[in-house]
Nanobody, 124 residues
Framework: VQLVESGGGFVQAGGSLRLSCTAS????????MGWFRQAPGKEREFVGG????????YYADSVKGRFTISRDNAKNTAYLQMNSLKPEDTAVYYC??????????????????WGQGTQVTVSS
């Protein structure tokens, strides 16, 4: 599975951005996907994700109510809509995928494939 991200950029606090993650090499509808982020000097942290066979999307508490994950199976693409952005959301954002039938959505070690990352910078 190859993952290509796009949509990062610079935005003022309170603004919005939408990240995209396009997958190839595997039927998208059978992929478990997650979004993570990593700020300078910090560990990579979970943002949100879903299992391909589930109807629930999981979010970190820090982004709940502001970020929304969606997917378009026809386009092999997942989206991370980020609203009400805060300076503390500044990080490199990564999408990740796995085909493991059993996995923990919020933990990096379960993912086999990673995008290249896209920078999101939120100014105060």
């Amino acid at each position: 599975v190859q993952l290509v991200e796009s949509g990062g950029g610079f935005v003022q606090a309170g603004g919005s951005l939408r990240l995209s993650c396009t997958a190839s090499g595997r039927t998208f509808s059978s992929i478990n996907m997650g979004w993570f982020r990593q700020a300078p000097g910090k560990e990579r942290e979970f943002v949100g994700g879903f299992r391909w066979n589930g109807d629930r999307t999981y979010y970190a508490d820090s982004v709940k109510g502001r970020f929304t994950i969606s997917r378009d199976n026809a386009k092999n693409t997942a989206y991370l809509q980020m609203n009400s952005l805060k300076p503390e959301d500044t990080a490199v954002y990564y999408c990740a995928a796995t085909t493991k039938p059993v996995m923990v959505v919020s933990e990096t070690l379960w993912y086999d494939y990673w995008g290249q990352g896209t920078q999101v910078t939120v100014s105060s």
